[in-house]
């Protein structure tokens, strides 16, 4: 219910706006507030059962809304309606109504209303783009919610038959209004099913809400076209498979590390999930070892046949820590943050299995600024360079990385259900490496042997191919300035 001063804002907001206004027109405005800014507000209106908005109105109507939005942008706070907005929590969805000589009307979104939103974005977005002489007959949908660090998951399964068409696929027509829906339900809901047929939607979830007439759900699975089932199989499949792999060397966390995908490494990993995190490293303890390890680069290629029979990119990369390092200590480290640059090195190159067959080691150089250390979802930056190396390691902002050498604990690869896959170990080395007579060499033969050499330099220290979590004395950060975007170049040259 809206508050004497809301009332009066609302009142003063449609007088300020009656002179952009078109008379016997009603004009609409929905936004979703997220937990960083906003989502939506374009403005749009029905008329003659059409709706217009940005997507099929003329260049006059476009003209007439943005003026009305270029109106509210120049209102100030206290008869601006956007205060409104400012002060709901995230994941709330509201709705405006602008009308010639009324009080602009706000409403924040309930269960019911947003239940219906869900209805009309997919009559819309699938039932009215159909081919001539199809007919949409149903839309149903499975969709389960999961915590992943500070954002919600959701695994959806939506199957839409028409007349002619069946098929399926791990989307829903609008996503973002899940996340209003589980933020409403006081985010307890766990799984959510959904039926639209003949105009009317059909809801259950699990828990039961009777309050908002969702019945308890019982159903635990819908029909699929075969070939996204058996997509969906197989995908299930590789990550059991994976998972058994990986416990047979250690005893792997319970808790996941989910990545912060973005900036300018940004290529996503292969099951490539717009609802729910796809990028994901675990923590391994083996007996006298921590292994940091990705957990998705041999995910299966959703939706894509021309992959169906690779898993992901063919390999997985690592880190190796001496001893077992406390969770949170190898969450925060700088090689997390490395071994995040390496796999979106490798998913730039295409087929970096295939790199790594063929050259068995390979090196990378890096400056600082390769390395983006907000990588951690729900995390503050990850640690800087300096916590780790000396100063005499990366002087000249030169350090590099050795791909491939073998470890005691870690296997060279493990057999999934499409091909084996690669385990490949990543190993942090200082810039006396890079140097011209060594792997700066213009010489292949030459950086091939100072390779052998760096590998045979490890063994003989001890390290071999594991790591200390820190090369210095009591590992305190510089904090230096960053230092912007720098090219990676791959040792041998030319593979980017």
Not at 32 to 47: A, H, L, N, P, W
Not at 394 to 409: N, W
Not at 420 to 435: A, D, S, T
């Amino acid at each position: 219910m809206q508050t004497q001063d809301h009332s009066e804002l609302l009142r003063q907001a449609g007088e300020a706006l009656n002179d952009v206004l078109k008379e016997g027109r009603i004009y609409y405005q929905e936004k979703i507030k997220t937990r960083y800014g906003s989502q939506g507000g374009s403005i749009y209106f029905v008329e003659n059962g059409t709706v217009y908005d940005y997507s099929n109105q003329d260049e006059a109507m476009q003209e007439e809304v943005q003026a009305i939005d270029d109106k509210i942008d120049s209102l100030v706070p206290e008869i601006n309606p956007d205060t409104l907005f400012s002060m709901q929590p995230p994941f709330t969805k509201v709705q405006f109504i602008f009308q010639k000589n009324h009080p602009v009307v706000f409403k924040v979104m309930t269960v019911a209303d947003l239940l219906e939103d869900l209805k009309h974005h997919t009559l819309r977005n699938y039932a009215t783009r159909l081919k001539e002489g199809d007919e949409f007959e149903y839309m149903e949908s499975l969709i389960r919610f999961e915590p992943q660090a500070d954002e919600i998951g959701m695994f959806i399964d939506t199957s839409l038959k028409t007349k002619n068409t069946f098929r399926s696929l791990a989307s829903l027509s609008d996503d973002s209004v899940l996340d209003c829906l589980y933020a409403t339900l006081g985010n307890s809901l766990q799984r959510l099913y959904l039926k639209l047929e003949k105009g009317s939607l059909t809801a259950h979830s699990e828990p039961a809400f009777p309050e908002w007439s969702l019945p308890l759900l019982q159903q635990q699975s819908i029909l699929l076209e075969p070939s996204y089932q058996k997509s969906k199989d197989d995908s299930l499949e590789a990550k059991r498979l994976r998972h058994g792999h990986y416990q047979s060397f250690g005893r792997m966390d319970e808790q996941l590390i989910y990545l912060n995908i973005g900036g300018f490494r940004s290529i996503k990993w292969p099951e490539d999930s717009h609802s729910h995190i796809s990028e994901i490293m675990r923590v391994i303890y083996t007996a006298d070892s921590t292994v940091l390890i990705t957990d998705g680069m041999s995910d299966m290629y959703l939706g894509r046949k021309d992959h169906e029979q690779y898993n992901g990119t063919g390999l997985e990369f690592y880190v190796e820590f001496e001893g077992h390092v406390p969770f949170n200590t190898v969450k925060d480290h700088f090689c997390l943050a490395l071994m995040n640059s390496v796999s979106q090195i490798a998913l730039k190159h295409g087929d970096f299995k295939k790199l790594m067959e063929n050259l068995n080691y390979v090196t990378i150089e890096f400056n600082e600024g390769n390395v983006e250390l907000w990588v951690v979802k729900d995390n503050d930056s990850n640690k800087d360079i300096s916590t780790f190396f000396e100063a005499k390691q990366y002087k000249g902002d030169k350090f590099g990385t050795l791909l491939g050498m073998e470890s005691a604990r870690v296997p060279k690869s493990m057999v999934l259900n499409k091909e084996e896959v690669l385990l490949v170990n990543v190993k942090p080395f200082g810039q006396e490496w890079l140097k011209p007579s060594k792997l700066k060499s213009k010489s292949d033969e030459v950086q091939a042997k100072t390779r052998l050499d760096m590998m045979e330099t490890f063994r003989a220290s001890g390290e071999a191919n594991k790591i200390p979590v820190t090369y210095t004395k009591g590992g305190k950060s510089k904090q230096p300035e960053k230092s912007g975007i720098v090219q990676t170049e791959i040792l041998p040259r030319g593979l980017l």
